[in-house]
């Protein structure tokens, strides 16, 4: 998670602690599904309507929060007043989504098993609670030491919802409610990642192309399948693009965003083929996830995935 956005903001991801080193507990069953947030929002949004003051939101909704909306509020929401002037320009949107968000604790099985499957693949793995929450069409998920954020309001579109009030950008983000068991998996294994800083497109693609691939493991959903369709037939193309730009810091058109002509994120895509290529050539799969978890050099990571080598000639061919 894409989330993206899933899905998350770069500089609150470098800034973070390692969260897997907090002190969280071993057993998936004593994570918590918090969900309470989300009726919470509900009642401030009917408040509020149709102006959509900040107090109703202020009042009903983010001064009851739980301790993950507080932490969603200061890494994503900000405050009342944005929170409030996105629902207002959003409000079609927003109503449509009610029912599919208020149903979310029914995944809760879905959710649990991507815990168990984790459990099972990396005995050390720790297990947060998970807050579901409505934010301001910025982010689909992230971590603090709380546990795992999710922006309920980015996974649950409907065939239903108006996308004419939707910029190009949410259009290709936001995602049907069938997708959070994927979503909170990508946000799982954030926060097993027990990586060094890298402000670099290599470091950042690894960082969330292995979370997706891990995430499509552990849940058995792969990630944003519009990408693949996308890039699998661009693929040598595409690497060639990315690796003269790896070892900078530029992301735009990879990571976060997106650029004419092409779908959002496709660092993630390029982060995954990375991964799955170097959990392939692993002959102990359970060490490999670990060795994935647990990446110190993302250079050395991409080279003895050996994914480049798919994309150079043979000796003596031209």
């Not at 982010?139 to 795992?148: I, P």
């Not at 997708?179 to 800083?197: D, G, M, R, S, T």
């Not at 890298?198 to 944003?224: C, H, K, M, T």
């Not at 900078?248 to 965003?257: A, D, I, R, T």
Request: proline share 7%; aromatic share 12%.
């Amino acid at each position: 998670m894409r989330q993206a956005l899933k899905r998350s903001c770069l500089m609150a991801l470098l800034l973070m602690v390692p969260v897997a080193a907090l002190a969280q507990s071993r057993d998936p069953d004593a994570a918590r599904i918090v969900t309470e947030d989300i009726a919470h929002f509900w009642e401030a949004f009917d408040r509020a309507a149709p102006e959509f003051p900040p107090q109703s939101f202020g009042t009903f909704y983010l001064s009851r929060g739980t301790p993950g909306l507080k932490d969603f509020v200061s890494l994503r929401i900000s405050n009342a007043e944005e929170l409030a002037r996105v629902v207002r320009s959003h409000p079609r949107y927003y109503a449509s989504i009610r029912d599919s968000t208020l149903r979310i604790r029914e995944m809760e099985p879905g959710i649990r098993a991507s815990f168990y499957a984790l459990k099972y693949l990396y005995p050390d793995a720790v297990f947060p609670d998970v807050f579901f929450l409505i934010g301001r069409l910025n982010s689909g998920g992230t971590v603090s030491d709380r546990g795992l954020l999710i922006g309920a309001e980015m996974h649950g579109r409907t065939p239903q919802s108006p996308v004419d009030e939707l910029s190009e950008w949410l259009r290709q983000v936001t995602a049907p409610a069938a997708e959070i068991p994927h979503v909170v998996a990508h946000e799982l294994i954030h926060f097993q990642q027990k990586y060094p800083e890298s402000p670099v497109l290599l470091g950042q693609a690894i960082r969330e192309g292995s979370a997706d691939f891990l995430a499509e493991l552990i849940s058995g959903r792969p990630g944003d399948q519009h990408v693949a369709e996308f890039a699998a037939p661009r693929e040598a193309e595409l690497w060639e693009e990315f690796q003269r730009k790896m070892h900078g810091k530029e992301l735009s058109g990879w990571l976060y965003s997106g650029s004419p002509g092409r779908p959002q994120d496709l660092g993630y895509w390029v982060g995954y083929k990375i991964t799955k290529s170097y959990y392939d050539r692993a002959g102990d799969k359970r060490q490999a996830i670990r060795e994935i978890l647990e990446i110190k050099d993302f250079d050395a990571f991409l080279a003895k995935s050996g994914y480049a080598e798919r994309f150079s000639a043979p000796v003596g061919v031209k």
